[in-house]
């Protein structure tokens, strides 16, 4: 099977900047056994981003034209909530990076490279979702 999500590049950005930080996260906490509730939740909300972002882009937007229009709207308004959650777990996670940093919790340098990440995936979100909100109320632009 294969899913539109997989082809979507914000997707593959997000997983990819994802299982760095799950990974890291599951060595200092699990095997390295540092109990740090930051780094706890830089590793759970994690995968949160990447499953809502797939969520969110997995629209067949070419069936448009063959769809009636109230499911189309129920479509963009379900991605747009989609987004808004991806936003809610990757705040918590550069919240979280944010207070590693400044608790110089090793690996600092990898935490900074994260924040630095996740602030280019708040942007691309945020084009997305006024695409998707340009879509719903055209006279928006």
């Known amino acids: 099977l294969d899913f539109a999500f997989e ?3 914000l997707y593959k950005k997000v997983c ?3 299982d760095k930080l799950h990974e890291l996260g599951h060595i200092i906490y699990d095997e390295q056994g540092f109990k740090d509730s930051d780094i706890f939740r830089v590793t759970i909300n994690a995968f949160l981003v990447a499953s809502k972002i797939a969520y969110a882009v997995d629209m067949d937007e070419d069936s448009f034209d063959l769809e009636d229009e109230h499911i189309i709207k129920i479509e963009l308004e379900t991605s747009i909530r989609a ?3 991806a936003m ?3 705040q918590r996670i550069r919240e979280s990076l944010v207070i ?3 608790k ?3 690996p600092t340098n990898q935490w900074r490279a994260s924040l ?3 602030d280019e995936i708040v942007l691309e979100i945020q084009k997305r979702v006024l695409g998707l909100k340009q879509k719903l109320d055209p006279k928006s632009k």
Do not use: C, P
Request: avoid cysteine.
């Open 104 to 106: 110089k919790v090793h």
């Open 88 to 90: 809610t777990f990757l």
């Open 7 to 9: 082809q979507d590049a």
């Open 116 to 118: 630095a990440a996740s």
């Open 16 to 18: 990819k900047w994802s």
């Open 100 to 102: 590693l940093i400044n």
């Open 83 to 85: 987004f808004s959650l």
